[in-house]
């Protein structure tokens, strides 16, 4: 859902709320946003009232904001409201013709690659590989990684077709079965942007640097086949090192760090 704030001036702010499903079903997750010439004047804190109205009425009890700027206005504000740190987040960007992607297989796997639907022979096995993403360090979110089956893939799946998303993965497969992957997507409306999705290596066979080499495999597929596309980003949980080593290592540069902050709705 989105607001926007209006003033003599025009629009002079707004907002943006994802209602999750599932797991997360009593949380929304909010996006306020004030003109910095209209800042100071309470509009941020009206805006955040009627967001918060409406999260009350759909029977949901918090809300969370996952993009604000470490030491800035967002920071501050939200704070000041009682809102408390959940974890932090660097986002990470890669300029395409910065990327290294020159990294050997080990011996014993096996790499596969597909764009929207996963073959029949391997989306069980796809399936509980992304559950290993449940491993990559959340802080203290009370956000939760979805449980994933081979439902939960396919419904996934149509999801993206319906909003022209494309989505490829790249796995790593061992005896057959998928026991790593990565998954990025392009949206129509900035086919420019490639934004990177779940990296998850199956505990077992992790610290063989199937990261870097998915995510190399994947880097290399996307230069040869969408020309369009000229960056990457991603974000990256601040205590998460082997991934953020993993990005470096890809050329990946650090632009920003974002604050996940978390608040109950009584009391807004
Ligand atoms: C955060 C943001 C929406 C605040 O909008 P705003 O209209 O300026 O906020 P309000 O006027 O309602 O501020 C209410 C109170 O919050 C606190 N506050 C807001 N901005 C602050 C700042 N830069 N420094 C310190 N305290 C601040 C103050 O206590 C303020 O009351 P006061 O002005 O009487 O001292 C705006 O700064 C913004 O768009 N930032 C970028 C986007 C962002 O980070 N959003 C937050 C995450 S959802």
Do not use: C
């Not at 419904?155 to 790249?170: I, M």
């Not at 999705?197 to 610290?207: K, L, S, Y």
């Amino acid at each position: 859902m989105h607001w926007l704030a209006r003033s003599g001036a025009g629009v002079v702010g707004g907002a943006v709320a994802y209602f999750p499903e599932e797991e997360n079903a009593d949380t929304a997750l909010i996006t306020v946003t004030v003109h910095p010439d209209h800042r100071r004047r309470g509009v941020g804190t009206a805006v955040l009232r009627a967001v918060v109205a409406e999260v009350a009425r759909r029977g949901r009890t918090a809300v969370e904001a996952w993009q604000v700027d470490e030491g800035g206005a967002g920071e501050r504000w939200a704070l000041s409201l009682g809102f408390r740190e959940l974890r932090r987040m660097v986002l990470q960007r890669l300029d395409l013709p910065a990327a290294r992607t020159d990294v050997p297989v080990p011996p014993g796997y096996e790499l596969r690659s597909w764009v929207g639907a996963a073959p029949e022979d391997v989306v069980a096995s796809y399936a509980r590989a992304r559950n290993a993403i449940s491993d990559s360090p959340l802080g203290e979110a009370d956000y939760e990684h979805p449980d994933w089956t081979v439902d939960r893939v396919r419904a996934e799946e149509a999801a993206r077709r319906r909003q022209g998303v494309e989505q490829r993965v790249v796995v790593a497969l061992h005896a057959g079965r998928v026991v790593g992957l990565t998954e990025v997507e392009t949206r129509p409306a900035s086919p420019e942007w490639l934004t990177q999705g779940d990296t998850a290596v199956v505990a077992a066979h992790r610290g063989r640097r199937l990261g870097l080499v998915l995510k190399a495999h994947m880097l290399r597929w996307v230069a040869a086949e969408l020309p369009a596309v000229e960056a990457v980003l991603t974000g990256t949980g601040t205590g998460n090192h082997a991934m953020i080593r993993v990005n470096h290592a890809l050329g990946y540069r650090d632009v920003r760090t974002w604050l996940f902050l978390r608040r109950a709705v009584d009391g807004l």
